[in-house]
């Protein structure tokens, strides 16, 4: 388009996005495995081994009834694990970036 | 007829509108001389609404005011926001209803509308936000041809409203009818017209703030109510034990296992309550639902325009994590209110008011109140209900916004005027906008008066996860992607989730129908007889039990002539099939992955130099969140 003065073709290539990249693009990838397949452990656990959520633990609680309680502590656990790193280390090197390069690249452009 | 066709459908509860021909016929549950509680706090939250819309109606003068409130939301009221628009009444009355008829399986859904907003947080939410201007196809349009992705994107982003808005339409109807009592058609009317005042007047400063109120109301409502629970039956293991032990609940598992239950004691009945397997009778259904729920949250078009009003993509962030922090809340909570009305209420009489228990919730509140004679008893159940109607009129605003701004942004100024139009114009567009679709869906909800609609919502989540959600994710995340694999991409996930829907079990099947209706009627002298036999006992507990059992026989027979009455000259569903062709109720297992497939060849069989062009300025800002578009130094991207 080149409708403004940053080369992003440059910046993609960047080492400091590259290296932004290379570790939000793992993070990201291992949570949403985690978090999508302890989720599918539910319904297919559920369905396909019921006898193993009908054991019992304390009293009345079964294993059924903690596992799905526990799906609430992953999710806010995934949520927590991720907004920690993201609030402390890819804002951090996002706006390294963005002051850097992008002011670099902006030079001398007509705004 | 299998013992999942003869249940409450499976996916019917994702709409408050599951069960409407048996709401439509069954009685109030509000006490006449009571009526008029129920108006009044009604009124006072309408009241509440309407002030917050007259405020904010002064501050909408831009098209970016209209959309996304100006980019001025914090990321706590976001989060409160989204979780409002979250909550539908589906969440809300049918879920807690899953619950106290279904036990642990009804849960098991709770936790997949949690679930689903991880994706959401971790690739959607941030990019969303530091690409997307006020819609869904903004996204699409960035690297891939503009008029083509908008046009495509904005006519995906109209059938998912359409079809989860009259699924909202046509429950909120029902809701009012049910409780004031007054006619369906000028309840749509009502809903559909305080929805249009507060897009029309308000635009999203407005329905913001009217999601907040509804989430804020309706957490208070729930703790309230959970809390009673517990000071009555104790909290966690305490309580489960009351569950376990109940007789009403042993009676039900009992009549949902039918011959299984011979040789199981009251106490093993009860345990069966709190685990799997009463209401799931197919694995892989159950499989497809979470596929469409975990994929589809994330291309539901006014989830995502939400992102757009936050400033940064850490407000983005911020406002998931409050919206899954009270989503999930809510959710914890819906085991205690299901369980809670499945001991205080009793499955019968929540059957009794509706076959798909949606009104479990409000009958709790009553309930906990004194009952149905009690004013305490019936001031809850009102102010539960007005919640319930608050969160459909709040929900209907949300998606009414989203498909407002794919006609007037995408469509009319994107596509027609070429990006070429002053703001007042765009502003009067997007007002005129809503105005048609508003009506049309008015028109709609009308029109769908008696009909079942939970297909719809089924329709909804699985064109947002096979159409929607490949098209956004794969022109943010793959370099390869361009406008023709949006164009695939969008076509095949659609048809492929409209047309399995089309032929799968949630259509109504008249000769189904018919049996099960005949069945009834003919399974009713048999019934008769071992009622008659216990009204003649000598205890009177048995005879008032007995004669309620009457009463209610009579109405279900009536039900069932009335449904042989209407499909009496029918033979086939909908699209001329006697039978499903397709068992999955929901087509997410089949579909999503054909959404992929179709995207990915297109994008490969198809040459598209911009969208190549266009992927390190796209990758580059999703992540940076560097001047984003319409903001800071760069030039306008229309």
Same mark, same amino acid.
């Given at each position: 388009m080149g409708d403004n003065a940053i080369d992003w073709a440059a910046t993609n290539a960047d080492p400091r996005f590259q290296e932004l990249h290379r570790r939000k693009a793992g993070f990201l990838s291992l949570l949403m495995i985690v978090s999508v397949v302890y989720y599918f452990m539910l319904p297919v656990g559920a369905a396909w081994f019921p006898e193993l959520f009908r054991i019992r633990v304390a009293g009345v609680v079964n294993v059924g009834l903690l596992f799905a309680l526990s799906q609430f502590l992953v999710a806010w656990g995934v949520a927590a694990l991720y907004t920690r790193r993201a609030n402390?280390?890819?804002?951090?090197?996002?706006?390294?970036?963005?002051?850097?390069?992008?002011?670099?690249?902006?030079?001398g452009a007509v705004r | 007829m299998s013992g999942a066709a003869g249940r409450p459908l499976l996916l019917a509860v994702l709409a408050a509108a599951a069960s409407l021909p048996a709401l439509a016929q069954t009685r109030s549950a509000v006490p006449e001389q009571h009526r008029w509680l129920t108006f009044a706090v009604f009124a006072a939250i309408i009241a509440l609404t309407v002030f917050v819309t007259y405020v904010a109606a002064r501050r909408v003068r831009t098209p970016a005011d209209f959309y996304t409130a100006g980019g001025g939301i914090s990321g706590l009221q976001n989060g409160w926001a989204i979780a409002g628009d979250y909550l539908s009444a589906a969440s809300f009355l049918g879920i807690a209803g899953l619950i106290s008829l279904w036990g642990y399986d009804g849960f098991m859904y709770s936790v997949g509308w949690l679930v689903a907003y991880i994706s959401v947080l971790l690739v959607i939410a941030e990019p969303c936000r530091n690409i997307g201007k006020y819609t869904l196809s903004d996204i699409l349009a960035y690297r891939n041809d503009p008029k083509t992705a908008r046009v495509f994107g904005a006519l995906s982003v109209i059938i998912v409203s359409t079809f989860y808005l009259v699924a909202q339409m046509v429950g909120g109807g029902v809701l009012v009818k049910t409780l004031i009592g007054i006619d369906y058609e000028i309840s749509v009317i009502a809903v559909g017209s305080l929805m249009l005042a507060y897009v029309i007047f308000g635009g999203m400063v407005a329905t913001t703030w009217v999601q907040v109120i509804k989430a804020v109301l309706l957490v208070v409502a729930s703790v309230l109510m959970v809390v009673l629970v517990w000071s009555q039956y104790g909290f966690f293991g305490d309580f489960l034990d009351h569950v376990v032990g109940d007789p009403r609940v042993q009676k039900r598992v009992a009549t949902i296992l039918g011959d299984a239950a011979s040789g199981l004691s009251p106490q093993d009945l009860g345990q069966r309550f709190l685990e799997p397997g009463l209401l799931f009778?197919?694995?892989?259904?159950? %499989?497809? /639902? $979470?596929? *469409? @729920?975990?994929? =589809?949250?994330?291309?539901?078009?006014?989830?995502l325009m939400r992102f757009f009003t936050v400033p940064?993509?850490?407000?983005?962030?911020?406002?998931?994590?409050?919206?899954?922090?009270?989503?999930?809340?809510?959710?914890?909570?819906?085991?205690? %209110?299901? /369980? $809670?009305? *499945? @001991?205080?209420? =009793?499955?019968?009489a929540i059957i009794e008011i509706d076959a798909g228990g949606n009104m479990a919730a409000p009958l709790l509140a009553q309930a906990l109140g004194g009952g149905p004679d009690s004013l305490l008893g019936n001031f809850m159940l009102a102010f539960v209900a007005a919640v319930a109607f608050a969160t459909i009129v709040a929900v209907v605003a949300g998606l009414v916004l989203a498909a407002a701004s794919a006609i007037a942004h995408d469509l009319y100024v994107?596509?027609?005027?070429?990006?070429?139009?002053?703001?007042?114009e765009q502003v009067r567009a997007a007002r005129i906008a809503t105005v048609a679709f508003g009506g049309i869906a008015i028109l709609l909800g009308v029109a769908a008066k008696g009909q079942n609609v939970a297909h719809l919502v089924a329709l909804a989540f699985a064109v947002a996860a096979s159409a929607n959600f490949p098209c956004?994710?794969?022109?943010?995340?793959?370099?390869?992607?361009?406008?023709?694999?949006?164009?695939?991409?969008?076509?095949?996930?659609?048809?492929?989730?409209?047309?399995?829907?089309?032929?799968?079990?949630?259509?109504?099947?008249?000769?189904?129908v018919r049996a099960a209706a005949q069945k009834v009627i003919d399974d009713a002298p048999q019934r008769l007889q071992a009622i008659e036999r216990e009204l003649s006992s000598s205890e009177l507990a048995r005879v008032e039990q007995a004669k309620k059992e009457r009463a209610a026989l009579g109405r279900a027979v009536a039900r069932a002539r009335d449904e042989l009455e209407r499909y009496r000259r029918d033979d086939t569903s909908l699209v001329g099939l006697d039978a499903p062709l397709f068992e999955l109720r929901n087509p997410g297992l089949v579909s999503v992955p054909l959404g992929f497939l179709a995207l990915v060849l297109?994008?490969?069989?198809?040459?598209?130099?911009r969208a190549e062009a266009m992927w390190d300025e796209v990758y580059v800002r999703q992540n940076t969140g560097m001047l984003p578009a319409g903001r800071g130094g760069s030039a306008k991207r229309f």
């Amino acid at each position: 388009m080149g409708d403004n003065a940053i080369d992003w073709a440059a910046t993609n290539a960047d080492p400091r996005f590259q290296e932004l990249h290379r570790r939000k693009a793992g993070f990201l990838s291992l949570l949403m495995i985690v978090s999508v397949v302890y989720y599918f452990m539910l319904p297919v656990g559920a369905a396909w081994f019921p006898e193993l959520f009908r054991i019992r633990v304390a009293g009345v609680v079964n294993v059924g009834l903690l596992f799905a309680l526990s799906q609430f502590l992953v999710a806010w656990g995934v949520a927590a694990l991720y907004t920690r790193r993201a609030n402390r280390e890819f804002d951090r090197l996002a706006e390294e970036i963005n002051r850097e390069i992008g002011d670099r690249h902006l030079r001398g452009a007509v705004r | 007829m299998s013992g999942a066709a003869g249940r409450p459908l499976l996916l019917a509860v994702l709409a408050a509108a599951a069960s409407l021909p048996a709401l439509a016929q069954t009685r109030s549950a509000v006490p006449e001389q009571h009526r008029w509680l129920t108006f009044a706090v009604f009124a006072a939250i309408i009241a509440l609404t309407v002030f917050v819309t007259y405020v904010a109606a002064r501050r909408v003068r831009t098209p970016a005011d209209f959309y996304t409130a100006g980019g001025g939301i914090s990321g706590l009221q976001n989060g409160w926001a989204i979780a409002g628009d979250y909550l539908s009444a589906a969440s809300f009355l049918g879920i807690a209803g899953l619950i106290s008829l279904w036990g642990y399986d009804g849960f098991m859904y709770s936790v997949g509308w949690l679930v689903a907003y991880i994706s959401v947080l971790l690739v959607i939410a941030e990019p969303c936000r530091n690409i997307g201007k006020y819609t869904l196809s903004d996204i699409l349009a960035y690297r891939n041809d503009p008029k083509t992705a908008r046009v495509f994107g904005a006519l995906s982003v109209i059938i998912v409203s359409t079809f989860y808005l009259v699924a909202q339409m046509v429950g909120g109807g029902v809701l009012v009818k049910t409780l004031i009592g007054i006619d369906y058609e000028i309840s749509v009317i009502a809903v559909g017209s305080l929805m249009l005042a507060y897009v029309i007047f308000g635009g999203m400063v407005a329905t913001t703030w009217v999601q907040v109120i509804k989430a804020v109301l309706l957490v208070v409502a729930s703790v309230l109510m959970v809390v009673l629970v517990w000071s009555q039956y104790g909290f966690f293991g305490d309580f489960l034990d009351h569950v376990v032990g109940d007789p009403r609940v042993q009676k039900r598992v009992a009549t949902i296992l039918g011959d299984a239950a011979s040789g199981l004691s009251p106490q093993d009945l009860g345990q069966r309550f709190l685990e799997p397997g009463l209401l799931f009778t197919a694995p892989v259904d159950q %499989l497809s /639902l $979470g596929i *469409a @729920l975990v994929f =589809g949250t994330a291309g539901l078009p006014h989830i995502l325009m939400r992102f757009f009003t936050v400033p940064t993509a850490r407000a983005a962030r911020t406002s998931v994590v409050w919206a899954m922090a009270i989503i999930g809340g809510f959710y914890l909570l819906t085991l205690f %209110l299901g /369980l $809670g009305a *499945a @001991l205080k209420v =009793g499955a019968p009489a929540i059957i009794e008011i509706d076959a798909g228990g949606n009104m479990a919730a409000p009958l709790l509140a009553q309930a906990l109140g004194g009952g149905p004679d009690s004013l305490l008893g019936n001031f809850m159940l009102a102010f539960v209900a007005a919640v319930a109607f608050a969160t459909i009129v709040a929900v209907v605003a949300g998606l009414v916004l989203a498909a407002a701004s794919a006609i007037a942004h995408d469509l009319y100024v994107g596509v027609i005027r070429g990006g070429q139009a002053s703001t007042e114009e765009q502003v009067r567009a997007a007002r005129i906008a809503t105005v048609a679709f508003g009506g049309i869906a008015i028109l709609l909800g009308v029109a769908a008066k008696g009909q079942n609609v939970a297909h719809l919502v089924a329709l909804a989540f699985a064109v947002a996860a096979s159409a929607n959600f490949p098209c956004v994710f794969m022109t943010l995340f793959w370099r390869r992607c361009n406008t023709g694999g949006i164009v695939a991409g969008m076509l095949v996930g659609t048809i492929v989730a409209v047309g399995l829907v089309l032929v799968s079990p949630n259509m109504t099947y008249p000769k189904a129908v018919r049996a099960a209706a005949q069945k009834v009627i003919d399974d009713a002298p048999q019934r008769l007889q071992a009622i008659e036999r216990e009204l003649s006992s000598s205890e009177l507990a048995r005879v008032e039990q007995a004669k309620k059992e009457r009463a209610a026989l009579g109405r279900a027979v009536a039900r069932a002539r009335d449904e042989l009455e209407r499909y009496r000259r029918d033979d086939t569903s909908l699209v001329g099939l006697d039978a499903p062709l397709f068992e999955l109720r929901n087509p997410g297992l089949v579909s999503v992955p054909l959404g992929f497939l179709a995207l990915v060849l297109g994008s490969l069989l198809y040459r598209d130099p911009r969208a190549e062009a266009m992927w390190d300025e796209v990758y580059v800002r999703q992540n940076t969140g560097m001047l984003p578009a319409g903001r800071g130094g760069s030039a306008k991207r229309f």
